[in-house]
T-cell receptor, first 117, second 110 residues
Framework: EPEVTQTPSHQVTQMGQEVILRCVPI?????FYWYRQILGQKVEFLVS????????KSEIFDDQFSVERPDGSNFTLKIRSTKLEDSAMYFC???????????????FGDGTRLSIL | RKEVEQDPGPFNVPEGATVAFNCTYS??????FFWYRQDCRKEPKLLMS???SGNEDGRFTAQLNRASQYISLLIRDSKLSDSATYLC???????????FGAGTRLFVKA
């Protein structure tokens, strides 16, 4: 079964450094998402992306964050100047068709654990 | 009011028990509903979509009440492998924003 892949599985970065998390969605999927989960807390929506632009973003997704689809396969999340509170698990997800009214579930990657020192 | 609210549990049940989880959501325009399960430090995995007419998948039954903005999950004949956190998930109109509940922790013991 095709799957969403994320790299690296664990990233350790000094506070203030930039970090890029990478995702390869399932190949025929068109809608992409990033979530984060701070240890012991709930999964939080960050951003959705379709047709090379952001469809929706949460209050968490401030100017520190950006997303990009640099080529036909990768979908990246960049955090410009990391803070201690950015330490979390970051999940990428994708869906093949419009989520609207279709009960289309998202397929999740197994996450990147980001540790800010 | 939280956008998606769940009883955090934990629920501790013996093997073979029936257990029910509830979830309420605040946005009446929400369009799509799901139950996911999450094992410790793993990604969420789809358990089942939830349809207006209610739906069943083996030992799992999901119900949706749009008037009450309420979703439920029933697990029959619990197995040890059902031990996990169950996440109620709601998508807004358009489906581009998905809100997760904080999850209900289930422990099934022998």
């Amino acid at each position: 079964e095709p799957e969403v892949t994320q790299t690296p599985s664990h990233q350790v970065t000094q506070m203030g450094q930039e970090v890029i998390l990478r995702c390869v969605p399932i190949s025929n999927h068109l809608y992409f998402y990033w979530y984060r989960q701070i240890l012991g807390q709930k999964v939080e929506f960050l951003v959705s992306f379709y047709n090379n632009e952001i469809s929706e973003k949460s209050e968490i997704f401030d100017d520190q964050f950006s997303v990009e689809r640099p080529d036909g396969s990768n979908f990246t999340l960049k955090i410009r100047s990391t803070k201690l509170e950015d330490s979390a698990m970051y999940f990428c997800a994708s869906t093949p068709t419009t989520p609207s009214g279709s009960n289309q579930p998202q397929h999740f990657g197994d996450g990147t654990r980001l540790s800010i020192l | 009011r939280k956008e998606v609210e769940q009883d955090p549990g934990p629920f501790n049940v013996p093997e073979g028990a029936t257990v029910a989880f509830n979830c309420t959501y605040s946005n009446s325009a929400s369009q799509s509903f799901f139950w996911y399960r999450q094992d410790c430090r793993k990604e969420p995995k789809l358990l089942m979509s939830v349809y207006s007419s209610g739906n069943e998948d083996g030992r799992f039954t999901a119900q949706l009440n749009r008037a009450s903005q309420y979703i439920s999950l029933l697990i029959r004949d619990s197995k040890l492998s059902d031990s996990a956190t169950y996440l109620c998930v709601v998508s807004n109109t358009g489906g581009f924003k998905t809100i997760f509940g904080a999850g209900t922790r289930l422990f099934v013991k022998a």
